[in-house]
């Protein structure tokens, strides 16, 4: 029995301890755990940034609409929703049956209130962009008029219509963010900040808040008010911070998760050898960048050195070489993965190395940059993930091509986004940015000027007309002409390096059901089961 419990699937296992025990108690009670890579700085839905939080933000809210196999918008509390033929006025009909976590109905004045407090200056919210669509949307966000007066109204409880400035064809997807979420007001009114906290969180997704220890763990338990709560079957959720990936990968060895976030590059061979049926690679909707401060020097009005920093970098070197993971190289703002559209790409993708390694030398030097005068610069980036690898391996090259000299600096990750949001104690940061709907849109609204996730501070006129009339157009060949002249412009201006394609590197073991990749990474623990893998009924102890 030690040896079955020891051994993986689809592989010789020889060597490789691989526990297989699921965490199901003698009363049946299912608890799925995940590696979370990080804490997340708050669950407040409206507040939260980062896929961690995210993470947790998707088992406790339930917006009007979710995401569904491939990614598509699937009901979430609405059951139904019509759009009008001018496509501004968007109505949506909420489930009777829908609960907060103490009993009562979500309504539609709740998404009223939260939807007016997602953009409301005072809340600070760092996805308050991805609502501008909506009518009087930007005029709040910029304090120019007052949250009640954002195009939401609730004709009856299970009523609620959303009115648009203008015509957004991604506007439903957009509804499946958390910063789309509904709040329980009282609790908020109530207890603040704090109204997250077990004992005062009241949430409307399949779970509730059980317990947060902090950098430890947390735990969500089911609600039992959720409108389908029959089907779900996991009944504790727990999620645990491990920013470094080895730690991470030894308590998955060791039985103590069963889905972990991600993979050590240097031990996927094993992985792949040992457990395949257990190692998912997908690539998602998301890139990984680095990005360069547009606000002071040396990057500000100094386009050559930022370009000769793109060019140094040997792309496949780092994908093939250094990560691993069959991570995609990336030329351009926005992946390939997204459906629908042909990035445009860097003109140099596809030169030589010795050519160019040697434009990005000119470049270098034509910025004022030499052997005698070289660059001296930091580069900041975040506690666990590949920002670390990436950057330590950028450094190597940019000393190598260039002769540039950067200096690593790692923050918590709470305090790194502190840091790149203000903009001023930055110069070169790691970029990770993983798409909240499946639209180039997604990728280009971030680096508009008045984006508050505009980290770089990018600000281009041309870039800006551009990517705003591209987000009011319909589909078709206007759109895509103005989303490449989008691209080319930010390509050329280059605020950021674009590296490659994000990959989600994940170990989920056999027993997990009801797996399917997501894209977007949007996971949602109400659509999994533990069972074991002859389908029995699961012994209790050690095996």
Known sequence: ????????????????????????????????????????????PHKASGVPAANVLRDLYEGLVITGPNDEVIPGVAK???????????????????????????????????????????????????????????????????????????????????????????????????????????????????????????????????????????????????????????????????????????????????????VPPAATARIKQHIPDQYHAVPTIGIAYLGLNMRRAPFADNRKLRLALSMALDREVITDKILRGGQPTLYSAVPDTVRGYTPVEYAWKDWPDDKREARARQLYHEAGYSDDHPLHAEYLYPSGGVGKTLGLVAVAMWRKVLGADITPINQEWKVYLQTARQGYDTQIFWGGWIGDYDDPNTFFSIFNSEAALNYTGYDSAAYDAAQQRSSHTPRGPERTALMHKAEATLLHDAPIIPVFVYTYHQLIKPYVTGYQPSALGNYYSKNFDIRPRDGSTPQTGTH
């Open 1 to 44: 029995m030690l040896g079955a419990a020891l051994t993986g699937c689809g592989g010789d296992d020889a060597g490789f301890a691989n526990r297989l025990e699921p965490a199901i108690a003698a009363d049946g009670t299912k608890t799925l755990r995940y590696g979370n890579q990080t804490e997340p700085g708050t669950l407040d």
């Open 80 to 262: 139904s929703w019509t759009i009008s033929e001018d496509r501004l006025t968007y109505t949506f009909k909420l489930r009777d049956d829908a609960r907060w976590s103490n009993g009562q109905p979500v309504t539609a004045g709740d998404f009223v209130y939260s939807l007016r407090r997602a953009v409301a200056p005072a809340t600070a919210s760092p996805y308050a962009d991805i609502h501008a669509p909506i009518k009087n949307a930007a005029a709040i966000i910029n304090n120019k008029a007052p949250p009640d007066t954002l195009g939401v109204s609730a004709p009856d409880a299970h009523t609620l219509v959303i009115r648009l400035k203008q015509p957004t064809p991604f506007f439903l997807q957009t509804l499946t963010h958390p910063s789309s979420d509904p709040v329980y007001r009282p609790a908020v009114e109530r207890w603040g900040d704090s109204f997250t906290q077990p004992g005062h969180a009241v949430t409307n997704g399949a779970y509730t808040m059980d317990a947060w220890r902090v950098n430890e763990r947390i735990r969500l338990k089911r609600n039992p008010y959720y409108w389908d709560n029959a089907d779900t079957a996991i009944d504790r959720v727990e999620f645990y911070p491990i920013e470094d990936g080895n730690s991470e990968l030894s308590r998955y060895q060791a039985g103590g998760l069963d889905w972990a976030a991600s």
